[in-house]
């Protein structure tokens, strides 16, 4: 019988054993990964405000996107150009940065999850089991050990806890104990650490640190759609100074045909050559600089789009030939309305006064920490009867308690520099806001100049072009005639290249001055395929 008992008894607890793996195994990394991505998501979806612009391409890369989320299954197309939207959503998908901006916004949220962790109520089990042999005696006991932790929002502590104690000895007439104990306890603060803002703060500033960093990944996307535009266009402006460059060589080389022609008919002289030839050399050197510059600048915007340096893609001129139908058009904002419009929509702002807040609430903190601490101590503890009645608790032979801790406001010291610290960073973050405000007001202004100067200069731009063309024209003709030389051909062909630089400069800049505008007074929307609309 005593084997016989022995063997059910380890079946028994290999039995409980296997359960024990098998919960554990249940809870795999996994099930926790979703887990806290599931709550992370949860808080950012609750706490997206519809100004902060639209809820897309937020979700970290080793998670599935959201549907609305751009979703790039080629990176590059079989063309092997890119057009600006595409180049925006591959950058908005890929770019290194931006997955970094992504996942701090994710951190900030899953702190978060943490500090409501801590007001939740914690459950805790533990299980003990030991085997023991002495003589012909063999022992195998257990205790098994089941409660909870909680902290109130008011500052109470609670906590209960039910132990259970199991032993029984594998003899021939096996014999059986089993008992178990409930304790619990509270403590509450009375004067320091009470009170919901008291208690709640640092839940508090998780709950505000997750909103900041939601405004500050919204008012990134907004400066990085304009970077990458902004880039976008510098490569197709170094392209078209490359095809600039390149029609000046071969008006160069034509005039230079020409006046050979002339000088071996006698009517040109031999030095009007050779002004012509150099002139041909410095236009192929211009364009030889020209080409790698263009490279040198596609290269760069290529890591930007977390591509190779060596992928075989160009940009789509007609982007640009876009902007020269459409010309330029200026936004209908006055300065002072432009500045208002700024101080109210900027998310960066936003955060910045909301900070004073924070100020505000830790110098509250810090003096409560300066006052004498007197806490209200509960706790009861009962068993239960002998034997193995373990269900019956008797709360009349329990233990009982209520006392007070108190610790005098004697030693503050390191309070005390506590305090002074949060006033003195009231102050600091109190000037820091102002100073974001004059800051915010300056880019306002700067931003509204610049895109009055941009559109001033498109147009001085398109009459020089114009005014450059008519003289290469005219002086041609008064060459032909003999009533130039070949210095003021070669001079307008040098101001030729120069005005249509200049003019897709003027065009490039006035563009990327309407964007930085609409960034700088805070209403550029970015929109599910990373472009924008205001």
């Not at 919901?196 to 703060?201: H, S």
């Not at 460059?245 to 008006?251: H, I, L, V």
């Not at 020209?290 to 040198?296: F, K, L, N, S, T």
């Not at 300056?442 to 610049?450: I, S």
Request: proline share 2%.
């Amino acid at each position: 019988m005593f084997h016989k008992f022995r063997l059910v008894t380890v079946l028994c607890y290999g039995l409980c054993i296997a359960i024990l793996f098998g919960m554990a195994g249940a809870c795999s990394p996994e099930y926790y990964k979703a887990d806290a991505d599931e709550e992370v998501y949860k808080i950012i979806d609750s706490k997206w405000q519809d100004d902060f612009g639209q809820k897309v391409n937020y979700i970290i890369s080793d998670v599935p996107p959201s549907p609305n989320d751009v979703q790039i299954r080629a990176a590059v197309p079989v063309s092997g150009k890119i057009s600006l939207a595409q180049a925006v959503a591959m950058a908005t998908a890929h770019n290194r940065d931006y997955q970094r901006q992504k996942e701090q916004l994710y951190l900030a949220a899953l702190d978060l999850t943490l500090a409501r962790y801590r007001f939740a109520r914690q459950w805790f089990g533990t299980i003990d089991a030991k085997y023991a042999k002495d003589n012909d005696d063999e022992k195998v006991s257990s205790d098994a050990k089941l409660g909870f932790d909680q902290l109130l929002a008011g500052g109470a502590r609670v906590s209960t806890s039910i132990a259970l104690d199991w032993a029984r000895f594998l003899t021939g007439d096996p014999r059986t104990s089993l008992g178990s104990v409930l304790s619990a306890s509270v403590t509450q603060p009375l004067l320091r650490g009470a009170g919901r803002k008291i208690v709640q703060e640092n839940l508090t500033q998780a709950e505000r640190n997750a909103l900041y960093q939601i405004r500050a990944f919204n008012r990134y996307r907004e400066t990085f759609v304009v970077s990458v535009v902004t880039d976008y266009y510098r490569v197709l402006q170094r392209r078209d100074e490359v095809s600039n460059a390149e029609n000046d060589y071969k008006r160069a080389a034509e005039s230079k045909k020409r006046l050979e022609m002339e000088a071996e008919a006698g009517r040109t002289p031999r030095f009007e050559v050779d002004q012509a030839k150099t002139r041909v050399l410095r236009a192929q050197n211009s364009h030889v600089t020209a080409q790698q510059r263009y490279e040198q600048r596609l290269d760069e915007f290529k890591i930007r789009l977390a591509l190779p340096t060596d992928a075989n893609v160009e940009l789509d001129q007609n982007e640009l030939r876009a902007l020269e139908k459409v010309g330029i058009s200026e936004p209908d904002y006055t300065l002072n309305t432009a500045i208002e419009t700024g101080l109210l929509r900027r998310l960066d702002l936003a955060n910045s006064m909301d900070k004073v807040d924070d100020a505000v609430r830790k110098v509250m903190v810090a003096a409560d920490s300066l006052g004498a601490e007197l806490n209200l101590v509960g706790s009861v503890s009962a068993s239960s009867t002998e034997k193995t009645d373990f269900s019956r608790l008797q709360f009349h032979r329990g233990t009982y308690g209520l006392g007070l801790e108190a610790d005098l406001p004697l030693d503050r010291k390191i309070e005390r520099n506590a305090y002074r610290e949060a006033l003195i960073a009231l102050e600091r973050r109190q000037r820091e806001y102002d100073n974001d405000m004059d800051e915010v007001k300056l880019d306002v202004r700067q931003a509204y100049r610049q895109l009055k100067e941009a559109a001033e200069s498109y147009r001085i731009q398109k009459i020089s072009l114009e005014l450059a063309q008519r003289r290469v024209e005219s002086t041609s003709m008064l060459l032909e005639a003999g009533l130039a030389i070949t210095r003021d051909l070669l001079e307008s062909q040098d101001a030729l290249l120069e005005a249509q630089n200049s003019l897709t400069a003027a065009l490039v800049n006035h563009t990327i001055a309407k964007l930085s505008f609409f960034r700088d007074i805070g209403i550029l929307q970015v929109r599910p395929d990373g472009m924008w609309k205001q």
